[in-house]
DNA sequence: AAAAAATGCGACTATTTATTCGCGTTTGTC
DNA sequence: GACAAACGCGAATAAATAGTCGCATTTTTT
C-alpha cells in the first residue's frame, strides 16, 4: 500500500459559492488580496488559510465560505492569467502568413511583444504562478494550461509555415514558452531595464530558434 | 508580528554524524535511495520522514540519527550534482582563448557538451532538484550555487571576450544557465531522441544569444 | 417590521507530520 | 567473553494546519 498511491485522487479547487450580497463580494476581494500579498511576502511557498483569513481582517470561516482550502484561492488568482495568455497567442495566428524573411520577423516580434505585455501587466501575480509551479495539488492545473500554450504556439509556427512538421511544432512550442518564460520571470524580479534586455535576448533566441524551421523562399 | 518574519531563521540542514559502523553507512545509503526514489515516484514536493524510513526499511529513529530533517536528506542527494556543476564549467575557462568566430563556435559546444553530459549522467537527481527548487527551506541554497554557476558563465564569457562588460557578463550568464536548465529538465523527461534535439535548440539559442557580443575580428 | 436568507465568527476537532527519548540489540575492543 | 560504544527501534509527544459547526449579526424579502 504505496503511500502515494492512497493520495486524495482529487482535491476541491472551485469556489464554494458566489456571493450574493455586496459586503460578500467585498469579502472575497480581501481574500484574494490578502492571499496576494502573503504570496508576494513569503517569496516561496503557499500562505495557511489562517494567515489569508488574518490579513483579511476575516475569520477562517469566512474564508470556507467562499474556498475549500488555500490552493482553491491561490488557483482563483491564477486564472486571471493563465486563462489571458491563450488568446494572446491566438490572436497572432488570425493574421495573413509573412512569406518574406522581413515579415516574418515582423510577426515574431509581434507575438512576442504581445505575451511580454501580458507578463509586465500581470507582473504582480507571478509570484502566485511561481507559488503554484511548486505546489502539488495545482501543478497539475498549470501543466494543463501550458499544454495549451504549447499548442497555441505550435500552431502559430504552422500558420507561419504550414509545411512544418507537427512534432517539430510542438518541440519548438515547449521551448519558446519555457525559454520566454523562465527569462521574463528572471527580468520582472529585476529592473525594468533589466526586463527590457532580458527581451532582446528573449528575442534573439526565438528568432534563432525558428528561422532554420521556415523554409522561407527569400 | 508579521508571519513571515517569525519564521525559523534557519533549520539544520547538514549530516548530523558520520556512520562508524559499516551497517550505519549501509542505513545512509538505504536512507538516501528511498529518498530518491520516493522524490521520483511523487513526482512533486518532498517525502516525508517517515515515508523515507518505511521505504528504507527502518525506523524514523535511525533516520533522524544521520539526518536533522527531510531537507537535509534531499540537500545531501542534490549536492552530488550542485558540487559537480561548477568546476566542469571551471574547466572551459582553463583553455587558450578563440580568437576566431570557429573557433568561438567550437568553445561554446565544449561547453555546451560538459554541461550536457553532466544533466545526462545525474538524470536520476533532476526529480530532487525539482524538489528542493519548490520547498521553501531548501530554494535559498539552491540559489547560492545558481549565483555561483552564473558567475562561472560569466567569467567563461569574459575569458572569450575579455572587453565584455561585467554587468552584461553576468545577465548572459543568467540566461545562459536558465535557459539550459529549464531545455534540459524537459528533454530529460521525454525520450533520449527528443532530449538530442532539444539540446541543439539550446545551442543555437546560445549561440545567437552570446554571437552579438564577441567583437570578434573576423 | 417580521420572517427568511445570507453572512460572519472563532472555538473546537481532526489530521498530518515532525521529532525525541529511553530501551533492547549489535558490533567492536581489550 | 565482558564491557563500552554505536546502532536501531517505535511508542509517545509536540506542533502546525486544515476544516467544521452552531450561534450571533446583518441584509433582503414580503
Redesign the pocket.
Known amino acids: 500500500m504505496n503511500?502515494s498511491l492512497n493520495r486524495k485522487t482529487k482535491?476541491a479547487l472551485e469556489p464554494r459559492?458566489?456571493?450574493?450580497?455586496?459586503?460578500?463580494?467585498?469579502?472575497?476581494d480581501r481574500i484574494l488580496d490578502a492571499a496576494l500579498i502573503l504570496t508576494r511576502e513569503q517569496g516561496t511557498g503557499?500562505?495557511?488559510?489562517?494567515?489569508?483569513?488574518q490579513r483579511a481582517?476575516?475569520?477562517?470561516?469566512?474564508?470556507?465560505?467562499?474556498y475549500?482550502?488555500?490552493?482553491a484561492i491561490l488557483l482563483d488568482l491564477a486564472r486571471r492569467w493563465l486563462g489571458a495568455f491563450p488568446e494572446v497567442i491566438e490572436k497572432r495566428t488570425r493574421v495573413p502568413r509573412p512569406t518574406t524573411r522581413a515579415a516574418f520577423q515582423r510577426e515574431v516580434r509581434e507575438l512576442f511583444i504581445d505575451t511580454s505585455r501580458l507578463y509586465l501587466e500581470n507582473a504582480s501575480l507571478m509570484p502566485v504562478i511561481e507559488a503554484i509551479t511548486g505546489n502539488p495539488d495545482l501543478r497539475p492545473i498549470q501543466n494543463e494550461y501550458d499544454e495549451q500554450i504549447i499548442a497555441l504556439y505550435a500552431a502559430w509556427l504552422r500558420h507561419v509555415n504550414p509545411a512544418l512538421q507537427e512534432d517539430v511544432a510542438n518541440r519548438l512550442g515547449v521551448v519558446m514558452m519555457e525559454v520566454g518564460h523562465v527569462c521574463r520571470l528572471v527580468g520582472l524580479k529585476k529592473d525594468r531595464r533589466t526586463f527590457d534586455l532580458l527581451e532582446d535576448d528573449v528575442e534573439t533566441m526565438w528568432i534563432a530558434l525558428v528561422t532554420p524551421y521556415l523554409d522561407l523562399n527569400e
Open positions: 503511500r482535491i459559492k458566489q456571493p450574493r450580497q455586496e459586503r460578500s463580494s467585498k469579502v472575497v503557499t500562505p495557511t488559510t489562517l494567515a489569508i483569513a481582517g476575516l475569520s477562517v470561516g469566512s474564508v470556507y465560505q467562499y475549500p482550502n488555500k490552493e
